[in-house]
Nanobody, 126 residues
């Protein structure tokens, strides 16, 4: 089982940037795809982005494509989410998650992720 801890959230103005980090301990981070999800008040949790085990393939929700970038550093057991051109609609609790299995290329469904961080608040003011 992988323990995941998010950091880097907070308050930003519309048009600004934030970078989220998620550091893993335990498990086999370098073998697992990683994902970011978010949940806004009154809404269901939704997929934001994912990256395969090597970092060579990335996938994004249409709502963040071109604005957010997911990356990973396997030597540091850390996955990042760079968020640019933030919009008030990006306000949510952001969660990182680890794939249930190893070596997979494309993992985007919430049910496919087995370990989750506690979540971190991102608030974008207009």
């Amino acid at each position: 089982q992988v323990q995941l801890v998010e950091s880097g959230g907070g308050l930003a103005q519309a048009g600004g940037s934030l970078r989220l980090s998620c550091t893993a301990s335990g498990g086999t981070f370098s073998r697992a795809a990683m994902g970011w999800f978010r949940q806004a008040p009154g809404k269901e949790r939704e997929f934001v982005a994912s990256i395969n085990w090597s970092g060579g393939s990335t996938f994004y929700a249409d709502s963040v494509k071109g604005r957010f970038t997911i990356s990973r550093d396997n030597a540091k057991n850390t996955v990042y989410l760079q968020m640019n051109s933030l919009e008030p609609e990006d306000t949510a609790v952001y969660y990182c998650a680890a794939d249930r299995w190893n070596w997979r290329l494309k993992v985007v469904a919430e049910a496919e992720f087995g370990d989750w961080g506690q979540g971190i608040q991102v608030t974008v003011s207009s």
